[in-house]
């Protein structure tokens, strides 16, 4: 036996990252597999190539070109719906919904602020856009949370649809 102690140097360590490695694992920060994406599907089933992104969870109906975390849940498994329009009717709503009737929680990884004023504070709804920035109606090339006068801005009523 060898009296010398053994350091994570000796494992080409360094302290401070493995600090860090260790907190994300504890709160998913900087771990994509437990993330979603802004539209409500697993962050790590998305596909990025050259010339497009897409992605996996629904291929046929989800073109995400422009993935981003916002929310880590307890359980990604009910993260797996269409957007058919705007707020409830997005695939982050339903899918948040069905996760909290599971009686599980989440957190948001973001600001909730309105991508598009900036407005703080607001109720933000989960919207689906088109290639030039108007309200989808299904699902979107894009996606962004925005406040009602922005969805109204861009041809969409949170409140009806
Ligand atoms: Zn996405
Ligand atoms: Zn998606
Ligand atoms: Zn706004």
Known sequence: MSDESANLEDLGINDEEMNTYMESLKTGIGNPARQICICGHS?????????????????????CSEPMSVLEPEDLRTFVFSTSGVGKKHALAKGLYALRKNGKTAR?????????CGAEGRTVFPTALTRDKRIARGSGHTNALLCESCVNALGGYPTYY
């Not at 962050?43 to 073109?63: F, Q």
Request: proline share 0%.
């Open 108 to 116: 948001w990884l973001i600001e909730r602020l309105c991508f598009r």
């Open 43 to 63: 962050l790590s089933r998305h596909t990025k190539s050259e010339v497009s992104g897409y992605c996996n969870v629904a291929k046929a109906w989800c073109d």
